[in-house]
């Protein structure tokens, strides 16, 4: 499993919280963070295939069962 960085955690812990308000895609979540696009679809695709998020058929994300 790889050793999580702050930032990842700052992913993980704005998916979280911004699942609440407002569906998270890549793109909402970049606004939300105020982070470049290409920099969250980097992390997300990390995320993703460390299965601590997922992204439906729409580019939903959320977290999985590992993160929640």
């Known amino acids: ?28 979540l970049a606004d939300f963070l105020g982070y470049s696009k290409p920099s969250i679809t980097n992390m997300v695709k990390i995320l993703i295939d460390e299965k601590m998020v997922q992204k439906d058929d729409k580019g939903i994300l959320s977290l999985t069962q590992k993160r929640k």
């Open 1 to 28: 499993l790889m050793a999580l960085h702050e930032s990842a955690e700052d992913y993980l812990e704005a998916l979280y919280y911004y699942k609440k308000v407002i569906r998270g895609s890549s793109i909402n």
